[in-house]
């Protein structure tokens, strides 16, 4: 069984570009969500895909938006970069049906947006 | 608004001595409470859960967390740190259904000295 997969490891953009970050979920899960975890700071939220629809969002712009596919993949896109973009991205897989389930981690995109 | 705080930006124990990690949070409900460990280049390892019961919970590499409503807290303990223990620990607090949108404290590095 192989492990939440994330590509790239690393990414650098200039300011006003765009980025699509992607996210391979754990066999078997239908739930992934992605976080922002800036330097020094813990993981911020950003937003959950359940069934390719989205199941909550954090506050983020618009300009961050998500898919996930049929086989449970995602991307993360963001448009417009900013300089605060800057950050490890997370994404996190688990199987929700109707109880917790403990989510896993990849091990991350370290986006650098100059 | 949910939040966790992490008072703690650095500890640093000598291997063998005891180690407590303190996390406070803030949210309406019965919460569900996570600690996490990140190292460095990976992504984030579930150490230990809570969502009711027994306010002490044990969880994997000899860490355990006590549950204290009135205080807000929920401290992470290990009786004698190793040399691996060394990472940055993160707090977390589960929202909405399931508890499986996580909120993070901006986490405590812990260094180990021999």
């Known amino acids: 069984e192989t492990g939440v997969t994330q590509s790239p490891t690393h990414l650098i953009k200039t300011r006003g570009q765009q980025v699509t970050l992607r996210c391979s979920s754990q066999?078997?899960?239908?739930?992934v969500s992605w976080y922002q975890q800036a330097l020094g700071q813990g993981p911020q939220f950003i937003f959950q895909y359940y069934r390719e629809e989205e199941n909550g969002r954090g506050n983020f712009p618009p300009r961050f938006s998500g898919l996930q596919f049929p086989n449970y993949s995602s991307e993360l896109n963001v448009n417009a970069l900013e300089l605060d973009d800057s950050a490890l991205y997370l994404c996190?897989?688990?199987?929700?049906?109707?109880?917790?389930?403990?989510?896993?981690f990849g091990p991350g995109t370290r986006l650098t947006v100059l | 608004a949910q939040s966790v705080t992490q008072p703690d930006i650095h500890i640093t124990v000598s291997e063998g001595a005891s180690l407590e990690l303190r996390c406070n949070y803030s949210y309406g409900a019965t919460p569900y409470l996570f600690w996490y460990v990140q190292s460095p280049g990976q992504g984030l390892q579930l150490l230990l859960k809570y969502f009711s019961g027994d306010t002490l919970v044990q969880g994997i590499k000899g860490f355990e967390a006590e549950f204290k409503r009135s205080q807000s807290s929920f401290n992470l303990r290990k009786p004698s740190v190793h040399w691996s223990d060394a990472a940055e620990y993160f707090c977390a607090v589960g929202v909405g259904e399931y508890g499986n949108k996580l909120v993070f404290g901006a986490g405590t590095i812990l260094r180990v000295k021999s």
């Open positions: 996190a897989s688990s199987f929700v049906a109707g109880a917790y389930n403990e989510q896993f």
């Open positions: 066999s078997g899960h239908n739930t």
